[in-house]
């Protein structure tokens, strides 16, 4: 908790005399004061989710003490405002604290009543932070995944997702498939101002290269061969919101020119007219590949890299937090028995030895898709394991080759994303051998999609 040191104190008075003395008590009592000789100046001064308190005296001109108040409670109804007032402010100053007020103190008044009163309502704040934080996060869980994880490196994540959420820098997002990409960019959109608005989400991987400029830029009627009315892109309507480009380095090179202008300039040409038109928005773009690496880049444009690099969030595989696996499939689980209606069934020993030694190449989501299958009762162990409960060192040759091939299925689908093609043509083997062997041992080719909403 934020010690009284830390606390800092908007104080606003406009004499000069009484302003300099309140200063001087609040400072030797250890608060941070900021010293505002009119109302205008302290909500000039007064950021979102301010983490202290308002000292004020009631009688001002133009913007008086309880004018002031109100003004701060139509930005934050929680914050704290002490009034300090005269002997004939009194009535007044009862009024205001039915309408919320914190506190009053009638002038003249001592050190330790003053800064009792603050100390009270710097405690108040933290707690009213700290429970809209929890509020927040409880909002998140019931929309989809919130970043469960106990994890150190999930703490500094959700750490710095607080931290950068309100500030509408753009964002990079670096994660395996199936890691929470798109989790972290609906939590960014969620925690900032631009909540109200529109969170808009597009896979550049999903669509060609003939469709992905109208999607993201808009259209005149006529623009182009089928374009019989207008159509406004997908960059527009993020504006006032957030705009999610999810598998960045798949968008094409011609688009990535645009999109760097997009990004310089906020503003965006519909194809088909000249017309500029420009754009509020914050651009959070995911990626699975390290764009740092000029090798792994390919042929994905530095100067958009470099735009878009100015906070890069690394999501950390779930092989690499493997004490967060039970949390995260207790979650997923419940999740599930609420969904169909079940009971959560007794974890069994190979269940519980699948969950611990597995490497999760699917991440987040073939863990959920494994807690759904669980409680449906389709396995009574993991998919791709032996039936017999013995040790590795105690299988057969034959079982021991079953384990093997399912791995190497499951590791192969990891490495392209679910993609059937790809996969068949790397391992070797005709499309129905590989859906046979899909469902001899339990295996869910969903589980490894790139295209599909992470979780």
Known sequence: MTSDAALPVILVDDDADLLRATLQTLDLAGFSVTACACAE???????ADFPGVVVSDIRM???????????????????????????GDVP????????GVYDFIAKPFSTERLVHSVRKAGAARRLQLENRHLRAAADAAQDGLPLIGQTLAMERLRHTLRQIADTDVDV????ETGSGKEVVASLLHRWSRRATGQFVA???????ETVIESELFGHEAGAFTGAQKRRIGRIEHSGGGTLFLDEIESMPLATQVKMLRVLE???????GTNEVRPVNLRVVAATKVDLGNPSARGDFRDDLYYRLNVVTLAIPPLRERRDDVPLLFGFFAERA????GRPVPTLSDSV???????????????LSHFAERFVLGLFDQPPGTPRLDKTDAALSLPERMERFEAEVIRETLAQHQGDVRRTIEALGIPRKTFYDKLQRHGIVRGDFEGGAKEL
Do not use: Y
């Open 352 to 366: 519980s030895r699948h969950l611990k030694t597995h490497d999760w190449p699917g991440n987040v989501r073939e």
């Open 172 to 175: 990079l997002v670096l994660g």
């Open 92 to 99: 007044m100053a009862v009024a205001a604290l039915k309408e």
């Open 337 to 340: 028995a609420q969904r169909f």
């Open 61 to 87: 001109p133009r913007i008086d003490g309880l004018d002031l108040f109100r003004r701060i409670q139509a930005r934050d109804a929680e914050l704290p405002v002490i009034l300090m007032t005269g002997h």
């Open 265 to 271: 300039m906020r503003e965006v040409t519909p194809l």
């Open 202 to 208: 597009l896979n550049c991987g999903a669509l060609p």
């Open 41 to 47: 100046d302290a909500l000039a001064a007064l950021p």
